[in-house]
C-alpha cells in the first residue's frame, strides 16, 4: 500500500533518497540521499560527469529515476507532479526553449502555462526583463539570444511562477560579471525572505561565498554534504573538493606542448 508523500514530511524544501539513474551500463547516479533545508542556499558541486545534472533532473520532474524519490515540501515529485511543480523554478541545463518566440513573448507563454492572470504576467515579465538586463532585447527571438542571454531569459522563465524551491543547474555559466552579480542579488534576497535555492556549479570560490549548504558528488553518489563550514574544514571548499575527488595530475603537460 503506498504512503501518502506528506507523511514523511521533515521540513525540508527538498528530500532526495536513495535516487538512481542508469544509462544502459552507466551509472549515472548511485543512490543519492540529499536534505536541502528550506530557506538554505545549497551548492551542488562535482567532477564532471559526477551525475549532478542527472540528480537535479531527477529531482525537478524532469527525468523519471529508476528508483528513489524526490519530495518537494513534502510533495512527491512524481506521484504529484502538478503540486510539486508549481513550487520548484527550474534552470535546468541543455532543456530546449521555444527559441522562436521572442525574450518577451517566451517569459509570458511561461507564466500562461502557470495560469498566471495576465496582468500579474506582464507586471513580473517587465520585473525580470529588467533585473536580468534583458529589457533591449524583450523583441528579439531567443533563437537569436547569446549563450548567456538565453540562460538569463531559462532563468526568468524559472522564476515567473514564484516558486518556493529555485533548481538551478550551472546558473552562471557564459553569464557577465554584472548580471552574475545581479543574479546573485536577487537569489539572496529570496533566501532572506525564506525560499530556497539549489545550485549546481564548478566554481569553488563562487558556491563557498555565495551558499550555506553544500554537496560534493562523485561517480553518482554523494561524498560528504552539509554546511559550507562543515564541508571544508577550516581549509578552502577548492582544497577540500580536490582532496575528496582527487585526480590533480601535477603535470606541466606533454613533452610536445612546452616552447622551451
Ligand atoms: N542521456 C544520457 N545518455 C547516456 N549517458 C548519460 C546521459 N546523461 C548523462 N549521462 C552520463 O551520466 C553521467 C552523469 O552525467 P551528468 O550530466 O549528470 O553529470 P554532471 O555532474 O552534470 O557533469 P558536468 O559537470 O560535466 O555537467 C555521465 O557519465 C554521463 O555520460
Not at 29 to 42: C, E, M, N
Not at 77 to 99: H, T
Not at 195 to 201: H, M, N
Amino acid at each position: 500500500m503506498s504512503t501518502p508523500a506528506s507523511h514523511e514530511f521533515d521540513g525540508a524544501a527538498l528530500h532526495l533518497t536513495g535516487l538512481r539513474k542508469r544509462y544502459g551500463a552507466t551509472v549515472a547516479v548511485d543512490g543519492v540521499d540529499l536534505r536541502v533545508p528550506s530557506g538554505s542556499f545549497y551548492g551542488v558541486v562535482g567532477p564532471n560527469g559526477a551525475g549532478k545534472t542527472t540528480t537535479l533532473s531527477m529531482a525537478t520532474g524532469l527525468l523519471r529515476p529508476d528508483s528513489g524519490s524526490a519530495l518537494v515540501h513534502g510533495i512527491d515529485v512524481w506521484r504529484e507532479p502538478l503540486a510539486a511543480k508549481r513550487m520548484i523554478g527550474n534552470l535546468a541545463d541543455g532543456v530546449e526553449l521555444f527559441d522562436r518566440l521572442t525574450g518577451e513573448q517566451l517569459i509570458t507563454y511561461t507564466g500562461m502555462l502557470f495560469s498566471l492572470p495576465r496582468e500579474v504576467i506582464a507586471e513580473r515579465t517587465r520585473d525580470l526583463l529588467q533585473l536580468l538586463d534583458l529589457e533591449g532585447s524583450a523583441g528579439i527571438l531567443v533563437a537569436d539570444y547569446s549563450a548567456g542571454m538565453t540562460k538569463k531569459i531559462a532563468l526568468a522563465c524559472a522564476l515567473i511562477h514564484s516558486p518556493r524551491v529555485v533548481v538551478l543547474d550551472e546558473p552562471f555559466e557564459s553569464v557577465d560579471p554584472v548580471s552574475a552579480a545581479n543574479i546573485r542579488d536577487i537569489l539572496e534576497g529570496f533566501v532572506r525572505s525564506g525560499g530556497t535555492v539549489v545550485v549546481s556549479s564548478h566554481s569553488m570560490d563562487l558556491v563557498q561565498r555565495m551558499c550555506d549548504h553544500v554537496a560534493i558528488l562523485a561517480r553518482g553518489r554523494v561524498l560528504v554534504a552539509g554546511t559550507i563550514d562543515e564541508v571544508r574544514g577550516g581549509a578552502s571548499l577548492e582544497d577540500r573538493f580536490l582532496d575528496l575527488v582527487g585526480g590533480r595530475r601535477h603535470s606541466e603537460g606533454p613533452e610536445w606542448l612546452r616552447r622551451s
